[in-house]
């Protein structure tokens, strides 16, 4: 458990391809700040056992989320704010010129790179093969 967390210089790569740095921890939820870079387009994932909420903090993005029969693409910059649910599958792109940015919260903590479930694109990546 990390109460107190400076944001570290190095990144390590998520599931979903994405830049993540870790940030502080607690028994019921985790923090991290994620980026994209422009043109970048994350894997299509689904989380087996934790929910996100994502805050976004520069750039210009869009998320693709689909949980049951709910399905839908939300635009997303700095002040959105969206939420994750177990099970949903998810995608994001960045579709504007400077780092797409945000902070994310995991509840519970995130468990490690088996959490996340490859699923079907949703938006074209140049991991198609995988």
Excluded: Y
């Amino acid at each position: 458990m990390s109460w107190t967390v400076k944001m570290p210089d190095d990144h390590v790569v998520a599931p979903d391809g994405s830049e993540v740095r870790p940030l502080a921890e607690t028994t019921r939820g985790s923090m991290a700040h994620c980026t994209l870079p422009p043109g970048g387009v994350s894997l299509a994932v689904r989380h087996r056992t934790v929910e996100e909420v994502w805050f976004f903090i520069s750039g210009a993005g869009e998320i693709w989320r689909k949980h049951g029969d709910r399905e839908d693409v939300v635009s997303a910059g700095p002040g959105t704010s969206i939420a994750i649910p177990v099970g949903a599958h998810f995608q994001f792109r960045n579709i504007g010129t400077e780092p797409l940015v945000f902070l994310l919260t995991t509840m519970p903590p995130w468990p490690g790179h088996d959490e996340a479930e490859r699923v079907a694109d949703f938006w074209p990546t140049d991991a198609q093969a995988d």
